[in-house]
C-alpha cells in the first residue's frame, strides 16, 4: 500500500491559482505601499507642515468623490466580458465616458469661483481646481486599464503600474518640497503619478492590441456594451458615489469645525494606514471578483466569502493592536511633537479601518449576487451614520478625540453590517445553484 503525504498549508496556496495571482498583486502592493510609507516622514519632518497635509487631504477626499463616478463604473463590465473583442469594446466605450465627463469637469472648474468654495469651507483649494480635474482623469482612466489587464489576467502588469504610481507621486512631492513656495507639492506629486502610471498603462494597451482596436473596435459595439450593462451606470455608479461620500466626507465636515492643521494631522493619520490596507484591499478584491464570477454554487460562494472574512478579520485584527502598541516617544524621535496627535488620532481610527478592510476586500461580492439595488440603500444608511457620527461627536465633546470616536462607531457598525448582510445575500440567492 502505498504512502500518502498531505501537502502542507504553503504548498497548498502556492498550487493554488488563485493566492499564486494574490500574491503577485501583494508583491506589487507591498513595495508600491512602502514607498509611502519611507516617503511620508521625510515629506512631514522637512517639507511640509501639518496644515499644508490638510490642504491635501481636502484635495484627495474632493477628488476621491469625483473619481467614485466619472466612469459610471463600466469598469466591473471588463472583467465579466465573454472574450476579448467584448472586453476592448468594453473598455474604450468606458474610457469614452470618462473622457466626456473630464470636459464637463473643465467646464466646472471655470465657472467656479473663490467665493463659492469659500461659502462651502473649501477656499484653500481654488487655486487647485485644474488639479483637480487633471487628478480624476489621470486616477479614473488608470482604474479602467487595470481592469482591462485584470480580464487578461495580467496581474504582472497591475502591480509594476502600482509601484511606478507610488513610486513617481512620491518622487515628485520630495523634489517639489525643496521648492518653499509650492505649498500644493504634495498635490502636484500625486497627480504626476497618477498620469504616469496611466500613460503607462495606455502604452501597453494600444501595442498589444493594435490590430484588434483597429479591426473590432466599432460605435455600434461599444454603444451596444453600454446599453446591455446599464444596470452599473444606475445601481453602482449611485452606490460608488455614496459609498465615496462616506468614506470622505468627514475630512470635509471635519475642515467645517476644525483647523487645516487638525485636518492635516488626521488626514496623515489615515495616509499611514488606509492608504496601505487599501492596496492590498484592491489586489485581494481583484482577484476575488476574478474567482467568484466562476463560482456557481451557493455553497461554494458561501464557503469561499466565509474564508476571506475570517483571514482578513485575523488579519485586520493584528494591524489594529500592533497600532495600540506605538508609543509617542516614537513619534517625537521621527518626527517632532508637532505630529504627536496624530497617533492619537491613528490609535481611535484603526478600528474601524480593520473591519472596513475586510468589507471592502470582498465587496465584489454584491455585484456577483446583483445586488446593486440593495447595497445602494445601505449606501445611504451609511453616509447619514458618517454625517451624524461626526456631527454629534462634534456637538457633543467639541474635540477632535471625541469627534473620531463617535465617527469610527458610525463606521464600525456600517461595515459590520454590510459583512453579515453578505452571508444572508448567498443563502437568499436564486442565481446560484
Partial sequence: ?????????????????????????????????????????????????????????????????????????????????????????????TLGIATGFGILLVAAAALTTKDLLQNHNLSALYV????????????????????????????????????????SAEGGKAAMGFYQQLSGGLIYGRTLGQWISFLQLAVLFISRNRLMLLSSLSIQGMKKRII??????????????????????????LASYFSDEIVGLVGTAFIYVAVPMSLISTSVSQV???KIHEIKSKKELFRVYKSGVTKLTSAGLIIAFFIQLIP?????????????????????????????????????????????????????????????????????????????WFFTAAQAFYYLLAIFAAFYFIKKSKLLS
Fill in 1 to 93: 500500500m502505498k504512502a500518502t503525504h498531505s501537502k502542507n498549508p504553503l504548498s497548498k496556496i502556492l498550487d493554488s491559482e488563485f493566492y499564486r495571482h494574490v500574491i503577485v498583486l501583494f508583491s506589487g502592493s507591498a513595495l508600491a505601499q512602502a514607498i509611502p510609507f519611507l516617503m511620508l516622514p521625510v515629506l512631514q519632518k522637512w517639507f511640509y507642515s501639518p496644515a499644508q497635509f490638510g490642504v491635501f487631504s481636502l484635495f484627495v477626499s474632493v477628488t476621491s468623490i469625483l473619481n467614485s463616478f466619472v466612469s459610471l463604473k463600466y469598469e466591473f463590465a471588463i472583467v465579466g466580458s465573454k472574450h476579448k473583442t467584448e472586453a476592448l469594446n468594453n473598455t474604450v466605450a
Fill in 128 to 167: 487647485f481646481r485644474y488639479w483637480i480635474v487633471l487628478s480624476v482623469f489621470g486616477f479614473t482612466a488608470h482604474r479602467i486599464l487595470t481592469y482591462y489587464f485584470n480580464f487578461e489576467k495580467k496581474y504582472g502588469i497591475i502591480s509594476l503600474s502600482k509601484v511606478l504610481q507610488t513610486g
Fill in 228 to 253: 446591455k450593462e446599464k444596470d452599473f451606470a444606475l445601481y453602482s455608479t449611485p452606490g460608488a458615489l455614496l459609498g465615496a461620500l462616506s468614506n470622505n466626507f468627514h475630512i470635509i465636515l
Fill in 288 to 290: 476575488f471578483f476574478k
Fill in 328 to 404: 509617542e516617544s516614537l513619534v517625537e524621535l521621527i518626527l517632532d511633537s508637532t505630529w504627536v496627535s496624530s497617533l492619537l488620532y491613528l490609535k481611535i481610527i484603526i478600528w474601524y479601518l480593520s473591519i472596513s478592510f475586510v468589507s471592502t476586500s470582498l465587496s465584489f461580492i454584491y455585484i456577483r449576487l446583483k445586488k446593486q439595488k440593495q447595497m445602494l440603500f445601505f449606501d445611504i444608511i451609511h453616509l447619514l451614520l458618517v454625517y451624524f457620527g461626526i456631527v454629534l461627536g462634534f456637538k457633543i465633546t467639541g474635540s477632535p478625540e471625541g469627534t473620531l
